[in-house]
Structure formats: structure tokens, C-alpha cells
């Protein structure tokens, strides 16, 4: 990993010959008893160590990123996940509501503008991965990025239509449904090439059709050694202490038990490996999985 910037709420570096840019929309303290099934504050305790300071404030409250990753590949702008957005209502979360949030003034900061995207994917259809999907112009939804493709996996839409809950219903009218409506909609399955750089890849539980990114960057030009492959995953794990204890189970996963075997597996598989995990609410970068101690845990 090249950290070539870093200024705010932006980051700036690179995985072989992807740029990657790391824009953040918000940053939050939460409590575990939020996310996880019977967790509080005191779980944490035998990980104190590596979760502190990034992780984990002082008072063992969970920080966590809400970002999106703009990746250049050699062929395509790519933006994966778009986050809260702004003037957004009946969220489920407070402070999500009617915010006014500097995401696209970053994301023009970063040299991005929104015309330049040409594909948006978003791991699943919660409300924090599709907010941006969308902004409010004269009183309509309309697609944020107007010239991109918007990837959606045909498989997730299927269970979020029969969706009948009110905040369900609220990301279906102001974050999907206008996208489908634009007709800027690409209908892919759970394994799906974006270019020979970036892919779909199936991690099913937290939703029916959750799909994570993987990234093959090759060699950087005229650059030696550095990371050549890192991996999206979603909210295949939420915070990093998953990698330590995968079998928590987030309150928010459709099918908890799936969800612990998909996790599980990917964290044995990629323990030890040179593929760093860009956490989609990681409060870093990129980390690594390791095992130390015989304990799992990651490596900055």
C-alpha cells in the first residue's frame, strides 16, 4: 500500500496499478449492543491491544467509517458503496436524517466529479451503502452520478422489493427505485466481472445477495513491492474485531448463521496472505489479517 495523501476525510493511494480513493461521508461512535447479538463493551476486552486507538475509542464505543471507494483501474472510474447521503428521511438513525453532509464536495476534492463515475456498485441495499445513490433536485430523487452504470444485483433486488417495513420502504423510494426509473440500472448475478481489474464475489448473509469486490492491480508502474490484490468485503464484517471472534453475530444479518460460515471461512483463507481488506466501516485504510499468538488480528 502507497499512502500517497491523506487530507481530511479523503485518502488517497494505490493497490498494484489502481488509484484508490477512500471518501468519507460520516464517522461514528457506536455501542456493540447495536450491531452484535449479547455483546457489550466488556468483549472487547481481550483485544484492547490492536483495537485501540483506530478501533475502538476510549471509552470502547466502535468507530465506524461510512465511505466509499472510487477505484481507476486501467479502463474504468468505479465507485463501490454510497453511503448515508443527504436529505435523506426515515432512516432508522437519527442523525441520518435531513443531513447535510460535505461527501461531494470531497469527492470533487479527491478529483472526482460525478459525471466521471462510470459504474456504481454497492455491496448490499442497506441505508448507509446507497444513500449517495441519489440527491434531491427540485424536490425529485434524481441519480447522483449521471453518467454511470448503477450494478444491481438481481438477486438482492428481489428480496428488497417484497421489503414492506417502513425504513425498507424509505432506501427502496429515495435510493433504488429513481435508479431504476433513470434507467441507469445493469442487472448482474453474484459472480460478475466490472473489468479484468475488479469483481463480484458472493459473501451471502448479512443479506440474500451480498456481494464483495475483489481487486487485482498488478504491478504499479515504475513502483516494486506494494500490494497487488485487496478485497471489499462489505459488511461480510462490519468492524475489524470480527476477524478476531468471527462468530459474533450482527444484529442486521438476515441469516446469522450463513453469515458466521462466509465470514469464518474468508478469515481463514485469508490469514497471512499479502490481499489487503479495505473495511467498508474499517476506521483505516487497509489492514491485514494475521494470526499472532495463535489469535487472529489485523496488521496496519
Given at each position: ?227 497487488e490484490s485487496a478485497f471489499i468485503p462489505g ?17 442486521a444479518d438476515d441469516d446469522k448463521a450463513l ?42
Amino acid at each position: 500500500m502507497n499512502n500517497d495523501q491523506l487530507t481530511g476525510s479523503t485518502q488517497l493511494f494505490e493497490v498494484g496499478n489502481i488509484q484508490i480513493t477512500k471518501v468519507v461521508d460520516t464517522i461514528e461512535s457506536f455501542s456493540p449492543k447495536v450491531l452484535y447479538v449479547e455483546k457489550d463493551r466488556n468483549a472487547f476486552a481481550p483485544h484492547l491491544d490492536w483495537l485501540q486507538p483506530h478501533f475502538l475509542d476510549d471509552a470502547k464505543g466502535m468507530l465506524l467509517s461510512i465511505h466509499s471507494f472510487v477505484l481507476k483501474t486501467r479502463h474504468h472510474t468505479i465507485l463501490i458503496d454510497t453511503c448515508v447521503g443527504n436529505h435523506k428521511t426515515d432512516s432508522g438513525f437519527p442523525q441520518w436524517n435531513n443531513r447535510e453532509g460535505n461527501y461531494l464536495a470531497e469527492l470533487r476534492a479527491a478529483g472526482c466529479r460525478p459525471e466521471d463515475v462510470d459504474f456504481v456498485f454497492c455491496t448490499h441495499m442497506h441505508v448507509d451503502h446507497t444513500g449517495w445513490n441519489t440527491q434531491l433536485k427540485d424536490g425529485r430523487w434524481v441519480p447522483t452520478f449521471p453518467n454511470a452504470k448503477y450494478l444491481f444485483n438481481q438477486r438482492e433486488w428481489n428480496n428488497w422489493k417484497k421489503a414492506d417495513g417502513k425504513h425498507d420502504r424509505a432506501v427502496i423510494e429515495q435510493n433504488i427505485k429513481p435508479i431504476i426509473e433513470a434507467d441507469q440500472v445493469q442487472w448482474v448475478d453474484n459472480v460478475w466481472g466490472i473489468d479484468d481489474q475488479v469483481a463480484l464475489v458472493p459473501t451471502p448473509g448479512h443479506t440474500p445477495g451480498h456481494c464483495s469486490v475483489s481487486l487485482s492491480g498488478g504491478k504499479s508502474r515504475g513502483k516494486s513491492g506494494g500490494c497487488e490484490s485487496a478485497f471489499i468485503p462489505g459488511d461480510m464484517m462490519i468492524h475489524p474485531v470480527q476477524i478476531a471472534e468471527p462468530q459474533w453475530q450482527q444484529s442486521a444479518d438476515d441469516d446469522k448463521a450463513l453469515a458466521i460460515q462466509t465470514r469464518s471461512k474468508f478469515v481463514d483463507d485469508h490469514c497471512d496472505r499479502d490481499m489487503m481488506i479495505l473495511g467498508t466501516h474499517f476506521n483505516t485504510t487497509g489492514v491485514y489479517i494475521v494470526e499472532q499468538n495463535g489469535q487472529r488480528r489485523v496488521r496496519l
